[in-house]
Nanobody, 127 residues
Framework: QVQLVESGGGLVQAGGSLRLSCAAS????????MGWFRQAPGKERDFVAR????????YYADSVKGRFTISRDNAKNTVNLQMDSLKPEDTAVYSC????????????????????WGQGTQVTVSS
Protein backbone atom coordinates (compact mmCIF):
# COMPACT_ATOMS: atom_id res chain seq x y z
CA GLN A 1 0.00 0.00 0.00
CA VAL A 2 1.14 3.51 -0.86
CA GLN A 3 -0.47 6.67 0.43
CA LEU A 4 -0.22 9.94 -1.49
CA VAL A 5 -1.05 13.47 -0.38
CA GLU A 6 -0.83 16.47 -2.72
CA SER A 7 -0.35 20.10 -1.73
CA GLY A 8 0.45 23.42 -3.33
CA GLY A 9 -2.53 24.12 -5.54
CA GLY A 10 -4.21 27.50 -5.72
CA LEU A 11 -5.21 30.45 -7.87
CA VAL A 12 -2.66 32.16 -10.09
CA GLN A 13 -2.74 34.58 -13.00
CA ALA A 14 -1.77 33.49 -16.48
CA GLY A 15 1.99 33.55 -16.89
CA GLY A 16 2.54 32.80 -13.22
CA SER A 17 3.99 29.78 -11.45
CA LEU A 18 2.92 27.18 -8.92
CA ARG A 19 4.74 24.28 -7.31
CA LEU A 20 2.83 21.13 -6.44
CA SER A 21 4.16 18.54 -4.02
CA CYS A 22 3.15 14.95 -3.43
CA ALA A 23 4.13 13.30 -0.16
CA ALA A 24 4.29 9.53 -0.40
CA SER A 25 4.32 6.98 2.40
CA UNK A 26 3.92 3.26 2.87
CA UNK A 27 5.62 0.56 0.81
CA UNK A 28 7.90 2.82 -1.22
CA UNK A 29 10.12 -0.11 -2.24
CA UNK A 30 7.27 -1.21 -4.52
CA UNK A 31 7.17 2.11 -6.40
CA UNK A 32 8.74 2.16 -9.88
CA UNK A 33 7.57 5.59 -10.93
CA MET A 34 5.38 8.50 -9.93
CA GLY A 35 3.13 10.49 -12.19
CA TRP A 36 1.00 13.62 -12.28
CA PHE A 37 -2.36 13.72 -14.00
CA ARG A 38 -4.97 16.44 -14.29
CA GLN A 39 -8.68 16.55 -14.87
CA ALA A 40 -10.64 19.60 -15.94
CA PRO A 41 -14.42 19.80 -15.44
CA GLY A 42 -16.26 17.66 -17.95
CA LYS A 43 -13.05 16.21 -19.36
CA GLU A 44 -11.11 13.00 -18.98
CA ARG A 45 -8.09 12.64 -16.74
CA ASP A 46 -4.98 13.51 -18.74
CA PHE A 47 -1.35 12.58 -18.29
CA VAL A 48 0.93 15.47 -17.33
CA ALA A 49 4.33 14.08 -16.28
CA ARG A 50 6.10 11.01 -14.95
CA UNK A 51 9.40 10.30 -13.21
CA UNK A 52 10.99 6.96 -12.47
CA UNK A 53 11.75 6.53 -8.81
CA UNK A 54 15.30 5.15 -9.04
CA UNK A 55 16.78 6.65 -12.22
CA UNK A 56 14.83 9.88 -12.37
CA UNK A 57 13.90 9.52 -16.04
CA UNK A 58 11.19 12.02 -16.94
CA TYR A 59 8.32 12.09 -19.40
CA TYR A 60 6.00 14.98 -20.25
CA ALA A 61 2.81 15.60 -22.13
CA ASP A 62 3.41 17.77 -25.19
CA SER A 63 1.08 20.42 -23.77
CA VAL A 64 3.35 21.06 -20.77
CA LYS A 65 6.78 20.31 -22.18
CA GLY A 66 9.14 23.22 -21.58
CA ARG A 67 6.84 24.77 -18.96
CA PHE A 68 6.50 22.07 -16.29
CA THR A 69 9.28 20.23 -14.48
CA ILE A 70 8.83 17.05 -12.45
CA SER A 71 11.37 16.11 -9.80
CA ARG A 72 11.67 13.75 -6.87
CA ASP A 73 13.40 13.62 -3.51
CA ASN A 74 13.93 9.97 -2.64
CA ALA A 75 15.09 10.77 0.89
CA LYS A 76 11.87 12.66 1.65
CA ASN A 77 9.61 10.47 -0.51
CA THR A 78 8.24 13.47 -2.32
CA VAL A 79 7.52 14.29 -5.96
CA ASN A 80 7.24 17.88 -7.10
CA LEU A 81 5.73 19.51 -10.15
CA GLN A 82 7.06 22.98 -10.92
CA MET A 83 4.62 24.72 -13.22
CA ASP A 84 5.76 27.88 -15.00
CA SER A 85 4.19 30.05 -17.68
CA LEU A 86 0.77 28.82 -16.63
CA LYS A 87 -2.15 29.18 -19.01
CA PRO A 88 -5.91 29.22 -18.34
CA GLU A 89 -6.14 25.84 -20.05
CA ASP A 90 -3.94 24.39 -17.29
CA THR A 91 -6.85 24.82 -14.88
CA ALA A 92 -7.73 21.42 -13.45
CA VAL A 93 -7.54 19.16 -10.43
CA TYR A 94 -4.02 17.76 -10.32
CA SER A 95 -3.40 14.33 -8.82
CA CYS A 96 -0.25 12.37 -8.21
CA UNK A 97 -0.13 8.64 -8.71
CA UNK A 98 2.20 5.70 -8.08
CA UNK A 99 3.13 2.94 -10.52
CA UNK A 100 4.05 -0.26 -8.68
CA UNK A 101 3.89 -2.62 -11.67
CA UNK A 102 6.75 -1.31 -13.85
CA UNK A 103 4.60 -0.19 -16.74
CA UNK A 104 6.46 0.47 -19.98
CA UNK A 105 5.75 1.84 -23.43
CA UNK A 106 2.75 3.98 -24.19
CA UNK A 107 0.92 2.60 -21.15
CA UNK A 108 2.84 4.99 -18.91
CA UNK A 109 0.62 7.78 -20.24
CA UNK A 110 -2.61 6.10 -19.13
CA UNK A 111 -4.25 6.48 -15.75
CA UNK A 112 -4.94 2.74 -15.52
CA UNK A 113 -1.19 2.10 -15.24
CA UNK A 114 -1.09 3.66 -11.78
CA UNK A 115 -2.38 1.81 -8.76
CA UNK A 116 -2.39 4.46 -6.06
CA TRP A 117 -3.75 8.00 -6.21
CA GLY A 118 -3.83 11.09 -4.08
CA GLN A 119 -6.97 13.10 -3.44
CA GLY A 120 -5.99 15.85 -5.85
CA THR A 121 -5.36 19.58 -5.56
CA GLN A 122 -7.10 22.35 -7.47
CA VAL A 123 -5.10 24.60 -9.77
CA THR A 124 -6.90 27.59 -11.24
CA VAL A 125 -5.26 29.92 -13.75
CA SER A 126 -7.06 33.18 -14.43
CA SER A 127 -6.72 35.07 -17.70
Amino acid sequence: QVQLVESGGGLVQAGGSLRLSCAASGDMKSVYAMGWFRQAPGKERDFVARITWSGGTTYYADSVKGRFTISRDNAKNTVNLQMDSLKPEDTAVYSCAADTHLVIGSHIYTARAYEYWGQGTQVTVSS
